[in-house]
């Protein structure tokens, strides 16, 4: 399905960025070492599910609720962490959002490991 295989590639070139971000700039704004862990966690917990996301879309075109679920689970997960690393005041309410994005994103392993037969590619 191109459109997941697009979400999980500007997925994917976002989460190196805003991991850079959080690695350089965001060191100069905030002080506290959890937080900043929390950024790089949402950031390598993008990274990898962005992969896993255009994986899927090769492997197993039809599962899109596999994709969705990733897709779903890398917005809440990530987006959640990365606002309340920001400003954990003004954000405190999206706090529960990021253990349902963490349900999105075991959801979608769990529908992918149901796909009835990968596709997999043909070598040329």
Same mark, same amino acid.
């Given at each position: ?8 590639? +500007?997925?994917? &070139? /976002?989460?190196?960025?805003? #991991?850079?971000?959080? %690695?350089?700039? @965001? ?25 896993? +996301?255009?994986? &899927? /879309?090769?492997?197993?075109? #039809?599962?899109?609720? %596999?994709?969705? @679920? ?41 529908? @992918? ?12």
């Amino acid at each position: 399905m191109l459109p997941f295989w697009t979400i999980g590639c +500007l997925y994917g &070139a /976002s989460s190196v960025m805003l #991991g850079a971000f959080g %690695a350089h700039g @965001l060191k100069k704004r905030i002080a506290d070492p959890q937080r900043i862990a929390n950024w790089s966690t949402a950031a390598q917990y993008q990274l990898i599910h962005s992969a896993a +996301l255009t994986f &899927a /879309s090769v492997a197993a075109p #039809g599962n899109t609720l %596999a994709m969705s @679920l990733f897709t779903a689970g890398m917005t809440m997960f990530s987006g959640s962490l990365y606002l309340l690393t920001l400003d954990p005041q003004r954000w405190k309410f999206m706090g529960p959002v990021t253990p349902l994005g963490g349900l999105c994103l075991i959801g979608g392993w769990v529908a @992918l490991a149901v796909t009835k037969r990968p596709v997999w590619p043909r070598a040329r």
